[in-house]
């Protein structure tokens, strides 16, 4: 499924134009125990961006892992010039990740999904495409989850919770394939340290009445591991979080 996915997209890269001035893109990808998929998605992208920009970079926060990740990473770091590797030494959490890898992206554009594998890197084009003059975030939404019975009844409830409490107008809160000006983070400050970072940015995004358009993309199942998220140790904190961000 993922590969005729990628050959479904192939087109779509071919076809992405500008309306402004090729932008430089930093790739950044959290990675928490996501040995066997890391890799793929920094392989991915190392051949995807040169295709979309001359200037581009990939960042990957390593947050504590205690599988392979740290050690997989340091390898890649040495074949690839443009990645760019931080490591937590312990594990401080999704929000954590991705604060600190926010702060070492250095290119215009800041394109960020997870490094479990549930979103395919060769969909970045159609968040490009929809990227126009006056449009500051592009927020995917998922097509299908591809999640377990309960996982998916979570999350809908949870969606739901979080558009009536914070008047999120985005339809997908918790899907974490996004692309952003980076100049934006240099108007807002986040400091949730777990998954509640993505509501914490969406609801100050919107906030400042910044132009957020929507795409439909793919979502799969984690092929190595498991979401952390829809945990009840994790929701217990997220909660925690709930009127603090």
């Known amino acids: 499924m993922r590969k005729h996915s990628a050959r479904a997209h192939a087109g779509t890269?071919?076809?992405?134009?500008?309306?402004?001035?090729?932008h430089s893109i930093s790739a950044f990808f959290p990675a928490y125990n996501d040995a066997g998929s890391i890799g793929k998605i920094i392989h991915a992208a190392a051949s995807l961006l040169p295709k979309l920009t001359d200037d581009y970079e990939i960042v990957?926060?390593?947050d504590g892992s205690a599988d392979g990740t740290g050690r997989l990473l340091n390898l890649l770091a040495h074949q690839y010039p443009?990645?760019?590797?931080?490591?937590h030494g312990v594990n401080r959490g999704y929000g954590a990740a991705l604060i600190?890898?926010?702060s070492n992206c250095s290119k215009d554009l800041i394109f960020y999904t997870d490094g479990d594998g549930q979103y395919d890197v060769e969909e970045l084009p159609l968040l490009l495409n929809a990227l126009g003059m006056g449009v500051d975030v592009v927020n995917g939404y998922k097509i299908h989850m591809s999640d377990s019975r309960h996982r998916i009844i979570v999350g809908v409830i949870y969606q739901g919770l979080m558009r009536l409490l914070f008047r999120l107008?985005?339809?997908d809160v918790d899907c974490d394939f996004r692309l952003f000006r980076r100049s934006l983070l240099q108007q807002i400050q986040l400091t949730c340290d777990s998954g509640m970072i993505c509501v914490e940015m969406m609801?100050?995004?919107?906030?400042?009445c910044c132009h957020i358009v929507e795409v439909p993309?793919?979502?799969?199942r984690c092929s190595h591991g498991s979401s952390q998220f829809f945990t009840v140790?994790?929701?217990s904190r997220v909660f925690f979080q709930l009127f603090t961000a």
Request: aromatic fraction near 14%; charged fraction near 30%.
């Open 60 to 62: 990957v926060v390593n």
């Open 217 to 220: 993309v793919h979502h799969y």
């Open 169 to 171: 107008k985005v339809r």
């Open 203 to 208: 609801r100050k995004l919107q906030d400042r």
């Open 13 to 22: 890269r071919r076809q992405i134009f500008w309306n402004l001035e090729r």
């Open 233 to 235: 140790r994790h929701l």
């Open 100 to 102: 600190t890898g926010f």
């Open 82 to 87: 443009f990645l760019k590797v931080i490591h």
